[in-house]
């Protein structure tokens, strides 16, 4: 099996969109649901549905990856399912480290979806001295002091940062150095990183408050639509609470980082 290190996906150099490979994980975990019950075909249309996505939006994504289905017939699911895993390097093994093994680093060792995805987690790391050799999904914690070695070692080109926010560019820096070319950052800050390194962020809190957006919203419309002229003082306040909470959203729809905040697979 290849290594991360030494294979790139092939989607760049295919010239697929950014959009388009943002939602080949959605049409992947899909598909897969379809695969475990042993359904053999699918419509663009029951697809769509399942990703969450427009059925046009959909058959345009696949154009690109040369799969246009058969009229009448559908989808093959599982060609689709190797096709898209193989278009998103799921197909070779990706060494990941984690950095910082706190209650959020360790839930992430924990996560059951890296494996079945194609990521293997080589190592665990925290500057804590005391964590140094404890067992955490059953793989010893090491010491930051090796981090490059530990790198090196394992041809890791993709490293999970899960640091307090004053911990995660000093972090960022030594894996960038290390020879990380991909990083996926948990800490609550943005990071800066040299041109062909890619990061993705997530922002449980940026997640949290847009939801809270969306809730404060509803509850303004219901009570609009409650009062008989839409300006009862309930539906007053309510359209006033939201103005600031919109302004807020708006601001942080996109993440810090300027890119649609990255959520966890389900």
């Known amino acids: 099996m290849a290594t991360g290190r030494t294979h790139r996906p092939a989607t760049r150099s295919r010239g697929i969109p950014e959009a388009t490979v943002a939602r080949l994980p959605l049409y992947l975990r899909a598909l897969t649901a379809l695969s475990e019950r042993s359904v053999p075909t699918v419509s663009s249309e ?11 939006k959909l058959r345009k994504d696949f154009s690109y990856l040369g799969s246009y289905g058969t009229r009448g017939v559908g989808y093959d699911v599982e ?78 080109s993709i490293g999970v940062i899960a640091t307090p926010a004053g911990a995660a560019q000093p972090v960022c820096d ?19 990183v040299p041109d062909g390194v890619d990061v993705r962020k997530v922002d449980l809190s940026i997640e949290l408050q847009i939801l809270a957006f969306h809730e404060q919203r509803k509850a303004g419309e219901e009570a609009a639509a409650g009062s008989s002229d839409g300006a009862g003082p309930v539906a007053a306040a309510g359209r ?16 810090p980082d300027g890119d649609v905040p990255a959520v966890m697979p389900a």
């Not at 079945?116 to 955490?136: C, E, H, N, Q, T």
């Not at 150095?177 to 800066?192: D, R």
């Not at 006033?240 to 993440?255: V, Y």
């Open 46 to 56: 029951e697809l769509a549905a399942a990703a969450g996505v427009n059925s046009a």
């Open 79 to 156: 060609y689709l399912v190797y096709q898209i895993s193989r278009e998103l390097g799921l197909t070779q093994d990706w060494p990941v480290v984690i950095v910082g093994i706190g209650n959020l680093g360790a839930a992430l060792a924990n996560y059951g979806g890296f494996a079945s995805r194609g990521f293997r987690v080589a190592a665990l790391i925290d500057a804590d001295p005391a964590m140094a050799g404890k067992p955490v999904a059953g793989i010893p914690v090491q010491h930051s002091d090796d981090l490059e070695k530990i790198i090196e070692d394992n041809g890791v």
């Open 174 to 192: 030594r894996l960038v150095a290390a020879g990380v070319t991909s990083i996926l950052n948990f800490a609550p800050t943005v990071l800066s």
């Open 240 to 255: 006033g609470a939201s103005a600031p909470a919109s302004a807020a959203a708006s601001a942080s729809d996109q993440g």
